[in-house]
């Protein structure tokens, strides 16, 4: 039972356009939601989040957006760049106090020059 | 910045050997976690533990145990070692701090078991 889905395994865009990472979940008690970027060989790294009181969040490049009705979330990146290249997970954690994460299977990007 | 450092990033190990990964956080973080990241099936928890000499299983903690002793070093155990243990494992930690969520994450170690 998958709770966070993210169904396209891969994209590939083009140098200074926009990329759109795509997150879905099902589990209503999720109230807050992270993307993690990593590279081969290495750990992810947190990326950016947001809470589920909020609809938008921007740092820089990237954009989350949540749109709990539909339950899905959304990573724009504008504009994409090469070192952009990576897999992106979505993750999301539960109120009441857990502290666990539950992460999607990810979705590797490839920015093309 | 928070630092996460698995002792190794690559292991060999034979088949039915006992197998230790640790994992050392610098933060004075409460959390820490144990995941294996394999292809398709994204990062999968094996155990997680809130406080010293306290855990909890995750989704898939068949086969393997853990170990908290101290506040900033947690122990992932494979008490024999199989074929169809061979991943990336990664340890990560969190604070339950204001920023509880974001777990941060040691470079792995990728574990070939033959």
């Known amino acids: 039972d998958q709770q966070v889905k993210q169904n396209s395994p891969s994209l590939s865009v083009q140098e200074g356009r926009i990329s759109i990472l795509n997150c879905d979940y099902t589990n209503s008690m999720f109230d807050y939601f992270l993307w993690y970027k990593k590279y081969p060989a290495e750990g992810p790294t947190f990326l950016i989040s947001?809470?589920?009181?909020?609809d938008k969040n921007e740092d820089g490049r990237f954009t989350v957006f949540l749109n709990k009705s539909a339950k899905h979330l959304s990573l724009h990146i504008v504009p994409s760049q090469p070192g952009d290249s990576a897999v992106y997970f979505c993750?999301?954690?539960?109120?009441?106090?857990?502290?666990?994460?539950?992460f999607g299977k990810g979705t590797k990007l490839t920015v093309n020059p | 910045d928070v630092k996460v450092t698995q002792s190794s990033r690559y292991l060999v190990k034979r088949t039915g050997e006992k197998v230790f990964l640790e994992c050392v956080q610098d933060m004075d973080h409460e959390n820490m976690f144990w995941y294996r990241q394999d292809p398709g099936l994204g990062l999968r928890l094996i155990y997680f533990s809130y406080d010293v000499k306290m855990k909890e299983k995750g989704d898939i903690p068949e086969g393997y145990s853990v170990s908290r002793e101290k506040k900033e070093r947690f122990s992932l155990i494979l008490e024999s070692a199989s074929t169809n243990q061979t991943s990336m494992y990664l340890c990560?930690?969190?604070?339950?701090?204001?920023?509880?969520?974001?777990?941060?994450f040691g470079a792995g170690t990728r574990l070939s078991v033959l």
């Open positions: 993750a999301a954690s539960a109120k009441g106090g857990s502290e666990k994460l539950v």
């Open positions: 990560a930690s969190s604070s339950t701090g204001t920023a509880k969520n974001i777990q941060y």
């Open positions: 947001i809470s589920s009181i909020k």
